[in-house]
């Protein structure tokens, strides 16, 4: 379970969302979004090297089939 300053800090950051236009909140959320884009791509690529590694990511991606 989350503690309270968790929620707290999702509740300030919808807040600063509803409150600051997209180019203004973007500048600060782009950078990470970037990176775990990144990193997600960084990780596909070595499962793809293991054995089984295309299938597997073969398999996730029939995950988000929608149905």
């Known amino acids: 379970m989350r503690d309270r300053t968790h929620d707290e800090q999702v ?5 600063f969302v509803k409150t600051h236009s997209r180019s203004i909140w973007i500048r600060e959320v782009g950078p990470l979004i ?11 690529e ?5 054995e089984g590694g295309l299938e ?5 991606r029939k995950l988000d089939t929608p149905k």
């Open 46 to 50: 070595r499962l793809a090297k293991t």
């Open 11 to 15: 509740i300030r950051w919808a807040e």
């Open 56 to 60: 597997k990511i073969r398999q996730l």
């Open 34 to 44: 970037d990176s775990q884009i990144i990193m997600a791509n960084a990780f596909y």
